[in-house]
Structures are given as structure tokens and as C-alpha cells.
């Protein structure tokens, strides 16, 4: 069949032209995809290694080799990427069994990072080995946390349920040394860097450095727990007694000591309380004696006219016969005495004043 010459026109090769139009747009497009891939920037948070169809070729883990560096373009030279900083690992919490075969559920956390780098050979950088041993965070986290799982079940079964809960009285003091979960905290980590029938610690073979090993909680089973919850507080309501007969005892002790203290100061206030009312009471008995011993019927007066105080008021009815001196002295008065015979003396004035009726007033 023949072909025209417009059909012959379509299917001819292209020019020489042509051909140098398309290598040039086909060898800018290589270079705007590949070229950003000669560039690696290292951050300060993580590590980095070259590999060349699979062979490391370069390693960054030094702090002056952060930054920006070069390699072969994509897929000549690939770069992988590890976190260098702290990772924390806490796995669910499983049940062991004591050494006095007591259920607990134990729970654990894990700090741990990539082992900083050291100017060594390529292959024996502490990332190379993660690299090469492990992969990725997620398979080293899971096989950390299965290692982890299984010392701590270990650890837990060498003591006993009574040392893991026993911890130090809050108002003790500081302790001498750790707890016994810090002991069992310090021989996971210890077993964890290195197993006894490992020949090489855990960050010469896989490059992972363990930074922290503690317990984060140690519970009972469901099923187990009312019943320890009601141990422990009859335990503690025993301490409470305990405490409150020894206050008892104090109590009554100091009060009998203050009743005893009490009566006695008491007892030596009633006293001189006494011995001062007696010497009072004896030296007014004494000042009364010279009183009457100066001036006897005046003082007998005295006494009669209280008598009349305390015997007469406004609801007194009182019957007396004619011959009573109570009833004499209210109707003749008080008798007025006699003058004496005596000479006056010298010092005394020879016209002494005229004495008046002490009942009436008036001169006799």
C-alpha cells in the first residue's frame, strides 16, 4: 500500500535540533530531582549514616560533625536517620510471682538511648551497631521491652512480698541505705546491661545505652487486693491501740503526778493559811486584853451594846425581867462612873473637864 507524503511527513525521525531540545530538558529535570539529594544536614538531635547499594560509607555522630555535608546523589547514597536523645519505655505491667509465691502485678519504665559516638572505625560506632542489630526504634523498643519483661520477673522472684512492701516510716528520718525496691531496681539494671551467660555488655553489641531502670508500681491482683486493703488496716488499727494505750498510760501518769504536785501546794498554803489566821487571831485576843486591862467597863459596855446589835432589830420581840441588866441599862442609861480619890498628878491640869451623862448628855 503506498504511503503519501504527508503520512511520510508524521512518521520521519526528529531533527538534530529536536533531539538536543529534549536531552536538555530531559538533563534539567535530573538535575532539579537529584540535585537536592547530594545535600545531608545532620541535626543536633540525631544521628546519621551514608550508605553506598548498601555499604556504609559514612558515619555522624560526633557533635563538630553536625551541619551540613555532601554525598553521591539518589539512590547511589541513601541516608538513614536515628534520634539520639532520650527514649522512654514503659511496657504494660504483667504478673510474677514472689519467692513466698505471692501474686503481684509489677510494672517498670525504661530510659535509654543510642550510645554516644567515638572516633573508632566505621563498623564499630555504637550507631552502626544499632543500625545492624536492631534497625529501627520500634524494634528496639520491643525487643528492650521483652528483655526488661523477663529480668523483672526474675528479679521479683528472688524476694519476697514482705521486703518489696516494706518501705521507711515517714517520720524515721532519712534511712541509712535504699529501699528494697531500690535494690531491685539497681540488679535489674546491673542484669540488664549484661546477662551472666552474655560475653558483651548491651552497648558494645547492639550500641543502646541504659540510662535508668526503676518500679514504677507494684500492685496486688483484683482479687487479692480487698483482702490485703483489710490486713494491712487491722494491722494498723493494732499500731493505733498500741499507740493510744501508751497515751493512756501517760495521761493518767502526768495527771496523778499534777494531783499529787496540787495537793501538796494545797496542803502548805492550807498550813501557813492557818499559822497566819493564829498569829492574827492571837494578837488581836492580845491587842483586846490591853484594851479591856486599860478601861474594864468600857469595855464591858462595848460587848453589851453588840449584844444589843446582834440581838435587837426592827422583827425583834424581846421579854425581859426588871432585875436584868440589859433591861437597866436601856431604862437608867450607862451608870456614870465614881471620881477617884486619888491625887491628880502633876502633869496632869488641876480643873479636868466636867464628864457628862453618857446615857443623857447632860452634866449630872
Known amino acids: 500500500m503506498a504511503i503519501d507524503s504527508e503520512s511520510r511527513s508524521k512518521i520521519s525521525p526528529p531533527s538534530g535540533i529536536e533531539r538536543y531540545w529534549q536531552w536538555r530538558w530531559l538533563a534539567g529535570f535530573a538535575l532539579l530531582f537529584f540535585f537536592p539529594t547530594i545535600f545531608v544536614f545532620v541535626d543536633e538531635t540525631e544521628f546519621a549514616i551514608v550508605e553506598r547499594f548498601g555499604r556504609i560509607t559514612a558515619v555522624y555522630d560526633q557533635p563538630s560533625q553536625r551541619g551540613l555535608h555532601m554525598k553521591l546523589p539518589w539512590p547511589v547514597e541513601t541516608v538513614r536517620r536515628f534520634d539520639r536523645r532520650l527514649q522512654l519505655l514503659s511496657p504494660s505491667g504483667r504478673e510474677a ?10 510494672e517498670a519504665y525504661l530510659c535509654w538511648k543510642i550510645a554516644d559516638g567515638q572516633l573508632t572505625e566505621l563498623l564499630d560506632r555504637p550507631v552502626v551497631k544499632f543500625f545492624q542489630g536492631l534497625g529501627s526504634v520500634d524494634v528496639a523498643e520491643s525487643r528492650l521491652a521483652s528483655r526488661l519483661q523477663s529480668i523483672l520477673t526474675e528479679q521479683i522472684g528472688r524476694s519476697e512480698l514482705s521486703e518489696l512492701l516494706n518501705a521507711a516510716h515517714s517520720e524515721s528520718g532519712p534511712s541509712d541505705g535504699p529501699s528494697p ?23 558494645d553489641r547492639l550500641g543502646v545505652q541504659i540510662v535508668d531502670v526503676r518500679i514504677r508500681r507494684l500492685n496486688l491482683p483484683t482479687g487479692n487486693m480487698q483482702a490485703v486493703f483489710e490486713r494491712m488496716r487491722s494491722e494498723r488499727q493494732k499500731i493505733a491501740e498500741r499507740y493510744r494505750s501508751a497515751g493512756l498510760a501517760e495521761n493518767r501518769m502526768i495527771r496523778s503526778r499534777a494531783d499529787r504536785q496540787s495537793g501538796e501546794l494545797l496542803a502548805k498554803a ?10 492574827g487571831e492571837a494578837a488581836a485576843i492580845h491587842i483586846l ?11 464591858a459596855l462595848l460587848q453589851t451594846l453588840e449584844s444589843y446589835k446582834q440581838i435587837l432589830n426592827e422583827r425583834t420581840t424581846l421579854i425581859l425581867s426588871g432585875s436584868n441588866s440589859l433591861l437597866n441599862l436601856l431604862i437608867r442609861g450607862v451608870p456614870v462612873p465614881t471620881k477617884p480619890t486619888t491625887i491628880p498628878d502633876a502633869d496632869k491640869p488641876a480643873n479636868p473637864p466636867e464628864k457628862t451623862d453618857r446615857a443623857s448628855g447632860v452634866l449630872p
Open 270 to 279: 492550807n498550813a501557813d493559811a492557818e499559822r497566819i489566821r493564829g498569829e
Open 181 to 203: 525496691l531500690e535494690k531491685v531496681s539497681a540488679e535489674i539494671r546491673k542484669e540488664f546491661e549484661q546477662r551472666p551467660n552474655e560475653t558483651q555488655p548491651l552497648s
Open 289 to 299: 486584853n490591853e484594851a479591856h486591862a486599860k478601861d474594864p467597863e468600857f469595855a
Open 97 to 106: 510471682f514472689t519467692r513466698d509465691r505471692k501474686n503481684v502485678t509489677v
